[in-house]
């Protein structure tokens, strides 16, 4: 048996992001290029040669100020993330406001090869209604899905997101944190990692498949996704997932079809390169969709609901047997990731390998200000 | 023989005087006429740019390669005979006659092996002016356009063609009558994204496609003495968002045969369906009556939910019924449970099968309770250049050469007093 770690060592001769600092630099100078236009994606010889971002509209090369810290900043997630949700002994929505306000703007102490180190907090849908009645109408329980264990976690009043570039960083920065809510119980948590980023800023997850290619991007696309106004409020769904073993040791053409994408490049399996759209409509000369009906592709695809793209990512992490992946999303609309895993729970060849032991959805407020 | 002669002479002036134009660019259009008779005055290609508005273009018997694009109001483009007209994609062409005037008539010819449509008549436009739908094509339905009115399709016979044979989208006040469609990798009909369609699918005849006929979000048709046998999937009628305009509302079907739809030398269903008469996934007010649905294999008539869209206010009336896997599955998600549907096949029936039983013992007034049903998977398809052909159909009573002039409305035919057909309608001869 294989693990993940095996499967997906860095591509030989690619340096390895040892100095956090300068890989991200490169990396989101790589990023704010995608807003001038795919072909940025396209070699990475060639954007060695960005010096500043094309168009980012901001004046630092490096814009730690544009996007939303762990959301849409950096443009390239870190390697680590840590998550934690946790329940406060004071219930009272001012409470729960007053803690997480304070969490979110803490800043732990790093190291210099944390890289950037970004805290994002969020409060469970309940609060968010009282505390903003405007902000958070949408604010809404994850229903149960049919990969949920019977004991699935769930609940708490917040969340603390650290993402960074070292594991010892969040996992630091997250214990900071926690000191400051000593009242607090944990409902759970998951650690998690993602490997060296592509030149396109994706990354194979353990299953050994490119993440993120497919996101909301452009400002036009997170507008209509990802914020749900001028605030750039947005919710963000949790979910720790295991996919089971009889996924990850089942041959690589038929992963192929449940996913919908080629592993090694992560193109679709409707034809062309990595980063090209998905034809749902392509067909084999014998009339066989050349997406699968039930591949995650296909069933995943927004055009379905009709809806906007949700951002999604995920960071892996290693159960005993199968793949840990800690699913995340962030959605300008619960309903549009309700709606997306109804299609998944009715026919999906990758979800109905999994199960899900922790779920949660919580609103991120785009600021504190009541 | 004299006439591919005169085709392959004609296509070679063509091709000169394609040379000549785009040297020129746009500054001069080529001087356009009434009618434009193919190949004597212009190779098929041609005949589009040339026809005026109110014209016909009228295409002698022989064997047409390429694309035939009609975009000027009020044209008919008409075979001097249906089964000798040929227009072939040889498999590399994309569609057969694309139209995007407004009243254009298309009769009497035979489309095959495109990749896409042998008949496409669509309301949507590219920035070229080309006539695109729903597919492969950067389609974005929030984008769609008001509908595009008038549009006859007759006497056509649409077979072996990659997506759907002869396909209406984004248009109103249409008419698909008497046509054969066989061997469509999708379906042999389509008619899709119209708010208020006042479209009529009447006398056809759909055999061996992956699915018969299609709606999607398509609302006001009526599907009436077609036959429709030997598909994977007899009618499919779907509401999603995909196209705009969900749901699929006032759908009417009556006096079909609705047979046998379980043919495994067709193009696989791209939702893996078959064995099923007919499907309404998440259809509102559809009316369906007097019909003959038999022998498909799995069930007669499956209704259920589509996403979001429930379906509601969906009456299957009194019909013949026989030999399905279950006349009637009543099936909607818990998510998007149904309402107002009634099951009132009446004592001519008694012995309809329903999943969960007895729904048609309810009829009307109470809601329907559900049942789990779902699809058993479906066995491997062939390729649609590899369906058998059809067998050949009688085209139009006389051919002239008047152009039509088609009705801004479609009157819809009266379901109420149409019969029960018996299972040899339509089986040769249309």
Known sequence: MTTPSDEVGPTPGEEAPKTGGRRREFLTGLGAATVAGVGGWALRG???????????????????GSGKPGITHPAVPQRHIKVSVLELADPQPQAVHSAARNLAETVPSTTEDAGEVTITVGVDPRTARGL????????????????????????????????????????DATAALTALVPDATLVWERTGYRDAPTPQGTTRTGLGFLDGIIAPRTEEEQTAGVWTGPEQDTFAVFRRMTVLSDFTTAPVDEQERAIGRRRDT????????????????????????????????????????????????????????????????????????????????????????????????????????? | MSVSMRRVLAGLSAAAALVATSACGDTSEPETQAVIRVPDDATLEEAGDLVEPGGLILISSGTYEGTLEVSADDVTVRGDD??????????????GIVGTGE??????????????????????????????????????????????????????TASNNGLYGIYAFNRTSGVIQHNLASGGSDSGIYVGQCADCNASVTGNVVVRNAVGIELANASTVTVTGNRIVDNRVGISVLSNYLEAHGPTQSLQVAGNVIADNDQTETPTQASGGFGIGIGLAGAVGSDIRSNLISGNDNVGIWMT????????????????????????????????????????????????????????????????????????????????ADVALPDERQGLPTVDDQPRQLPETVELPDISAIETPSADLLESGA
């Open chain 2, 305 to 384: 939910s589509s996403e979001d869209f429930a379906p509601i206010d969906n009456t299957i009336g009194p019909g013949t019924w026989g030999d399905n896997g279950v006349d009637i599955a009543y099936a909607p998600t818990d998510h998007a449970p149904g309402s107002g549907n009634c099951i009132e096949t009446g004592p001519e029936s008694a012995g309809v099968t329903t999943e969960p039983s007895g729904l048609a013992a309810l009829g009307c007034g109470s809601d329907l309770p559900a049942s789990d049903y779902t699809q058993p998977p479906a066995p491997d398809g062939i390729s649609f």
């Open chain 1, 46 to 64: 060639q954007l060695a040669g960005v010096t500043e971002p094309a168009e980012s509209g901001s004046p630092e090369p490096n814009a730690t």
């Open chain 1, 266 to 370: 992560g193109a679709p399996l409707s034809g062309g390169e990595t980063m090209s759209e998905i034809d749902l409509f392509a067909k084999s000369p014998d009339g066989e969709p050349l997406i699968p009906a039930a591949a995650h592709a296909r069933r995943a695809h927004p055009a379905n609901i009709g809806r906007a793209l949700m951002l999604r990512r995920s960071y892996s992490f290693d159960p005993p047997e199968g793949a840990g992946v800690l699913f995340i999303a962030f959605v300008n609309d619960p309903q549009t990731f309700i709606a997306t895993h109804r299609r998944l729970d009715e026919q999906d060849d990758l979800i109905r390998h999994t199960i899900t032991d922790a779920s949660g959805c919580f609103f991120v407020p785009g600021s504190w200000e009541l």
């Open chain 1, 132 to 171: 903003w009645p405007e902000r958070a109408t949408l604010a809404i329980e994850l229903p149960a899905f049919d990969g949920d264990t019977t004991d699935l976690r769930t609940g708490g009043h917040l969340v603390i997101q650290v993402c960074a570039e070292t594991a010892v960083a969040v996992s």
């Open chain 2, 82 to 95: 249906r089964n000798g007209v040929v227009l072939d994609g040889g498999l590399t062409a994309s569609n």
């Open chain 2, 103 to 156: 009243r254009i008539t298309v009769e009497n010819l035979t489309v095959r092996n495109y990749l896409q449509n042998g008949v496409l008549i669509t309301g949507v436009t590219d920035d070229s002016g080309a006539g695109i739908a729903r597919g492969p094509d950067g389609y974005v339905p929030s984008e769609a356009p008001p509908p595009v009115p008038g549009y006859l399709v007759q006497y056509v």
